[in-house]
């Protein structure tokens, strides 16, 4: 890169012609210093020099535009920027520096992905004046700024990380002035999810308005993969209580979050996520992950279930029946959805939830934690009584009387909970079966062979 700014300087240098002795000499303009009438007045007379030099639109300078357009695909936002803004010569920043199709390509492109279309107009308070070249020029100035803003932020934003609530308020401000720089939401979004995951940092975050941020984030963006991905990962970590963390048995409250609830707040939002990327396993297991969580409180569980959460989390079950993740996040979803609520009304959908969690347990019988899932959806579906005709199937006995025998001795909440539903569901006797079972490790081999095989292929 160095050779290529010094073959700059050298052939602008050797190939100015007498009638650009003058403009060379002259330094470039700093402009945040200058008065709007004192930037009108050079960009008029530098104008006027263009028409009487032809010979400088003839130098080799006048190819590089392209390749340096070319050169900062190649490199990070901040030295990108710093090319298009070396002081080399003033041929340079006519060509380099004050070409708005360079800083257009910088900030509709990775990692930015502003919109083109929002890029074309000045921003300075003298535009009405400016016409042909000097427009172009003032325009080119604009992005340039609004290039640096976006540098700035990020930079910011990885700078002080010791200082949590200094770099979540950013992440905060950040997401609100840039709503439509991708780049940027996608950074702010990284940046929280990490920061998340410590306590004292998500006491701050649940107390601002990064909630808000993240489902307007998701709104936007509704059609990038990556957003919606850690957006619902954000999310996740904000709906966690505090002193909670994943898998365990929620005590206390679950943190007041106001932007989950309401049109297009967080529970709408991702509905629609799952709607519409219904083909997608990765983000329909974030997606059920997400609900874990919102359903921790009474009142956006009832929410989730009039907006149609469980058919929707049945319907990822189904479609993606062989990924062991949306099984696994669906199952954790299902735990806190289907325990009985204060009126004691029957679940909804019962057999159906019956069917999906006894299928991904027979499927993915060799994992622990998903089993350990599946128990307890079984055990919250057994403690309403309306629901014990679909839970009354052979299969819903086999398969915890096989998850109680295999991981009697290593996972006691599940031998807890496997055990409790079989006596409530099948008596005393479904437990005497697996005393006189639980020593036989070829019957228990045997056994699980069945089973599986009994499992629907995945197509």
Known sequence: MGSLLARIRWEDASCASVNTVETLSQEPPKRQMCSPGMRNRFWERAESHGRDAPNMARTPLSDYPELLGMVTQFLDPSESHMLLSAPLCWSYYLQATCNSNLWKQLCSSNP????????????????????????????????????????????????????????????????????????????????????????????????????????????????????????????????????????????????????????????????????????????????????????????????????????????????????????????????????????????????????????????FIDDQRLMNRGCLVLQNLSLNDFNRAALSHPRVRDVLQLAAIHYAQRDLMLQQSARATLIRLFGVRAVSWLQEHGASGRSMQRAMHEHTEQAAPCS
């Open 112 to 363: 930015w992905h502003l919109p083109r279309e929002s890029l074309s107009a000045c921003q300075c308070s003298c535009r009405a004046h400016h016409t042909g070249l000097a427009l172009d020029r003032c325009l080119a100035y604009s992005l340039q700024t609004k290039h640096r803003s976006f540098v700035q932020c990020v930079r910011c934003l990885h700078s002080n990380e010791a200082d949590r609530a200094f770099t979540l308020n950013h992440v905060c401000r950040s997401m609100a002035a840039f709503k439509d720089v991708l780049g940027i939401q996608i950074e702010c979004l990284e940046a929280a999810t990490k920061l998340l995951e410590i306590e004292e940092a998500r006491a701050i975050a649940q107390a601002s308005d990064l909630t808000h941020h993240v489902v307007v984030c998701l709104n936007h963006f509704r059609s990038h993969m990556r957003v919606q991905s850690i957006g619902l990962h954000t999310l996740v970590l904000l709906a966690r209580p505090l002193g909670g963390r994943e898998g365990s048995v929620h005590i206390g409250y679950a943190p007041a979050l106001p932007a989950l609830e309401g049109p297009r707040g967080g529970i709408d939002t991702v509905m629609a996520v799952m709607d519409k990327w219904i083909e997608d396993p990765d983000i329909q297991a974030m997606a059920c992950w997400s609900l874990v969580n919102f359903a921790l409180s009474n009142a956006r569980k009832l929410l989730l279930l009039k907006n149609g959460s469980l058919a929707r989390v049945l319907r990822a079950m189904k479609r993606h029946a062989c990924d062991r993740e949306v099984q696994f996040r669906a199952l954790f979803a299902l735990i806190n959805l289907v325990v009985p609520g204060r009126t004691g009304a029957p679940c909804e959908a019962a057999e159906a939830v019956v069917e999906c969690a006894v299928c991904a347990m027979e499927r």
